[in-house]
Nanobody
């Protein structure tokens, strides 16, 4: 059974940093593309960043230059290093893994709150 567990969310002041982690179990993590998404109440879930099995990355324009996605296949874990956080970054962040032709797996989400 594939499980994804996010951690690292919390409360931070504007301009601060957080590192989110997504730990995978029950599968071979290295064979999955991985992404971080976020969803505010009443809004659609939006892509934040993705990283392929080969390490290629892609970022939403809203987080380019501020967030960095990475993965450690030996630890079955992916990360989202978030810097220069803004109040508009406040929401629940989800990790997702997917292989081509298969349905994705999602984590349960972790709350990030950026406020004074």
């Amino acid at each position: 059974q594939v499980q994804l567990v996010e951690s690292g969310g919390g409360l931070v002041q504007p301009g601060g940093s957080l590192r989110l982690s997504c730990a995978a179990s029950g599968t071979t993590f290295s064979t999955y593309g991985m992404g971080w998404y976020r969803q505010a109440p009443g809004k659609q879930r939006e892509l934040v960043a993705t990283i392929t099995t080969g390490g290629s990355t892609h970022y939403a324009d809203s987080v380019k230059g501020r967030f960095t996605i990475s993965r450690d296949n030996a630890k079955n874990t992916a990360y989202l290093q978030m810097g220069s956080l803004k109040p508009e970054d406040t929401t629940v962040y989800y990790c997702r893994i997917q292989r081509v032709g298969e349905l994705p797996y999602w984590g349960q989400g972790t709350q990030v709150t950026v406020t004074i």
